[in-house]
């Protein structure tokens, strides 16, 4: 009996590949061969065939594929790696992988092992697969136009070094990642000069440093994800042209973390995003020609943090509630414009009635400044005595900057 039993199948594939080219074959593998088995039907088929794994577990070395081919799994049928290496690796165009549990990949601290690594091709999809402890989830290297959708990648992460990132991407282009669960990792997505790419209804969840961070990346767009429950939120850092909108980032609690850090980027839209419970909820850090528009900031630490050179930055129509502190800023914002913003500790009036208040609102507090030169003064927040001095600097101003004010505060929140 051969080593692997092989049935052809002759039928037009009206699904999972990215390219229909008339008819294809399907090659079908079965349990209990031998190790090689998958790797020789993958050589065997022809460009744009099929190889369904029936249900089962697959003990395996690493596996290439190096052409338009689609992996399919049935019934979640699982590949282990045998040795804790790398398990697929992509070289080939127009691959896609599909309905497969990959798991077995082990930590390394001289190669980044991955369950999918994608390596200098394009056109590629990775769609509805189960990643389970594993090192590195998904690795892209040099790759382009790929589809990373409705994936659950989960890690056990305990230490920054000792884990992987959940999809990780390093020089890409045109990149669409969305619909996926990702936790227990380094960062549950990173970017590294990666241009020109979206990230969309995402759940990253309970990673150990970012739930998305970005380095060098420009011209992305990140919307309607969820970060919860990771050592901070999203990093954005020396990137330009990046759209933020309608995502929820939460409960990112910690000594240094934040919902949304701003490092060195330019020209970006942050929009009708929430921020809640967080110890931040944006840290902004030499940014220039941001525009943050219609956030709700709940319950946060810090509503908005400044610190470092930022300019020419608008801050209109947002909602501020019950934060600790709505707005600190460490450095001048003469140039900036806050305005049309809801904020809940506003005690203003409305003579007028046209909802909007006829003093201008100061949000910066003096005891954001004590907090500055003495941390451990955040004991005294609530207390009786900072209610004190933050009414004593209203009345008159000496150490709050004067040209940071809402000249048009909001009477209600913002729609």
């Known amino acids: 009996m051969k080593s692997f039993y092989l049935k052809y199948y002759l039928f037009p594939l009206l699904l999972a590949l990215p390219v229909v080219h008339g008819q294809a074959n399907t090659f079908i ?10 790797q020789k039907l993958i050589d065997q088929a022809a460009e744009y065939d099929t190889v369904l794994i029936k249900e089962g577990t697959y003990r395996l070395p690493p596996v290439t594929i190096a052409k338009p081919l689609t992996l399919l799994g049935e019934d979640r049928a699982v590949l282990h790696s045998i040795d804790g290496d790398e398990l697929l690796l ?31 091709t394009h056109d590629f ?24 959708i409705n994936n659950r990648i989960s890690g056990q992460a305990t230490t920054e070094a000792g884990s992987g990132n959940a999809i990780h991407a390093w020089y890409c282009n045109q ?35 970012y739930g998305l961070h970005f380095m060098f990346s420009n011209d992305d767009k990140y919307y309607q994800n969820e970060f919860y429950g990771n050592g901070s939120g999203v990093a954005v850092m020396f990137s330009k042209n990046i759209e933020m909108i309608s995502n929820r980032f939460s409960y990112n609690w910690g000594n240094a973390s934040y919902g949304l850090l701003l490092k060195e980027i330019n020209d970006a839209l942050v929009s009708r995003n929430r921020f809640d419970h ?3 909820g944006i840290f902004v850090e030499g940014s220039n020609r941001i525009t943050y528009n219609k956030n709700e900031l709940r319950e946060n630490g810090w509503g908005i943090k400044f610190s470092g050179g930022c300019s020419t930055n608008q801050i209109k129509q947002n909602n501020f509630i019950s934060n ?25 009036y409305d003579l007028n009635r046209d909802d909007i208040g006829d003093i201008p609102h100061y949000p910066v507090k003096l005891f954001s400044y004590i907090l500055d030169q003495v941390p451990e003064a955040i004991v005294l927040m609530r207390s009786f005595f900072v209610e004190i001095i933050n009414f004593s600097e209203k009345v008159s101003p000496v150490f709050t900057p004067k040209e940071v004010f809402d000249p048009l505060p909001q009477m209600h929140p913002v729609k």
């Open 29 to 38: 593998l079965l349990p209990g061969n031998d190790l090689d088995a998958l």
């Open 90 to 120: 992509i070289t080939g165009r127009k691959v896609s992988i599909i309905g497969l549990v990959l798991t077995g990949v082990e930590t390394s601290y001289l190669k980044e092992r991955s369950a999918i690594r994608v390596v200098k």
């Open 125 to 148: 999809i990775i769609r509805d697969n189960v990643i389970k402890d594993c090192f590195f989830g998904i690795y892209l290297e040099h790759t382009g136009k790929g589809k990373i």
């Open 175 to 209: 990149l669409d990642i969305s619909e996926n669960d990702l936790s227990g990792h380094r960062d549950g997505i990173y970017f590294e000069f990666v241009n020109n790419s979206r990230i969309s209804k995402n759940h990253s969840h309970d990673n150990n440093r």
């Open 278 to 280: 967080n110890t931040i």
């Open 324 to 348: 600790s502190l709505d707005l600190v800023v460490s450095t001048k914002l003469s140039d900036n414009i806050i305005a049309e913003n809801y904020w809940s500790e506003y005690t203003g």
